[in-house]
Nanobody, 123 residues
Framework: QLQLVESGGGSVQPGGTLRLSCAAS????????IGWLRQAPGKEREGVSC????????NYADSVKGRSTISRDNTKNTVYLQMNNLKPEDTAVYYC????????????????WGQGTQVTVAS
């Protein structure tokens, strides 16, 4: 069974940092493009960032560009999203997803999803 597990979310003050992790089980993450998406209360899910299978291609939504870095360690079967200078509008549940390639900020076609990790930015 293909499964992704996110971790690293939490509550931080504006300007703070978090590093989200996405670990895979049941499959080799190195064979998949991985994306991070988020869903804020009352809003649709939106793509945030995506990284290709070997990490040579990365893409960021304008809302996080310059503040976030996506990376992967295929030896650990894990993808990371480092988020700096967090803003209240970054508050959302963050999901990682696996796919064959990055289509914009989203992996496509999506083959696996995680359960999400909550990020709350408030003073």
């Amino acid at each position: 069974q293909l499964q992704l597990v996110e971790s690293g979310g939490g509550s931080v003050q504006p300007g703070g940092t978090l590093r989200l992790s996405c670990a895979a089980s049941g499959f080799t993450l190195a064979n998949s493009a991985i994306g991070w998406l988020r869903q804020a209360p009352g809003k649709e899910r939106e793509g945030v960032s995506c990284i290709s299978t070997r990490g040579g291609y990365t893409n960021y939504a304008d809302s996080v560009k310059g503040r976030s870095t996506i990376s992967r360690d295929n030896t650990k079967n894990t993808v990371y999203l480092q988020m700096n200078n967090l803003k209240p509008e970054d508050t959302a549940v963050y999901y990682c997803a696996a796919g064959t390639y990055c289509s914009g900020y989203t992996p496509y076609p999506t083959s696996a999803w995680g359960q999400g990790t909550q990020v709350t930015v408030a003073s």
